[in-house]
């Protein structure tokens, strides 16, 4: 079993900057994958950024490319997200999930859905002030 778990969640100025962090522990040889999404209240769980642990394969939500990166220093124990230029409509609970390594190809579209993650973070706030 793996449990995941976020940090580094909090308040934050518009146009500001803040970091997430996400650890892992157990069995964590059995990641392959990464993601970061976001639920705001009354809002869908969406998917900002992916990467592989491997970090040669990585994704990024149009809204958020350009602002949010996920370093490539990640592995299986650890990844962080790097926000830059918030604004409000970036306020929401953070959550960090990683995939089970299974075996099988995973397509591009799977990995932005939030059934293909085993292992989730309880959620990090983040609000982003005016």
């Known amino acids: 079993q793996v449990q995941v778990m976020e940090s580094g969640g909090g308040s934050v100025e518009d146009g500001g900057s803040l970091s997430l962090s996400c650890t892992a522990s157990?069995?964590?040889?059995?990641?392959?994958?990464w993601a970061w999404f976001r639920q705001a209240p009354g809002k869908k769980r969406e998917v900002l950024a992916t990467?592989?642990?491997?970090?040669?394969?990585?994704y990024y939500r149009d809204s958020v490319r350009g602002r949010f990166t996920i370093p490539r220093d990640t592995d299986k124990y650890t990844t962080f997200l790097r926000m830059g230029t918030v604004t409000p409509e970036d306020s929401a609970v953070y959550y960090c999930?990683?995939?089970?390594?299974?075996?099988?190809?995973?397509?591009?579209?799977?990995?932005?859905?939030?059934?293909?993650?085993?292992?989730w973070g309880q959620g990090t706030q983040v609000t982003v002030s005016s």
């Open positions: 999930a990683a995939r089970r390594t299974t075996g099988t190809l995973v397509t591009d579209d799977q990995l932005l859905e939030v059934a293909t993650y085993d292992y």
């Open positions: 157990g069995a964590t040889s059995n990641i392959d994958f």
């Open positions: 990467i592989s642990t491997s970090a040669a394969w990585s």
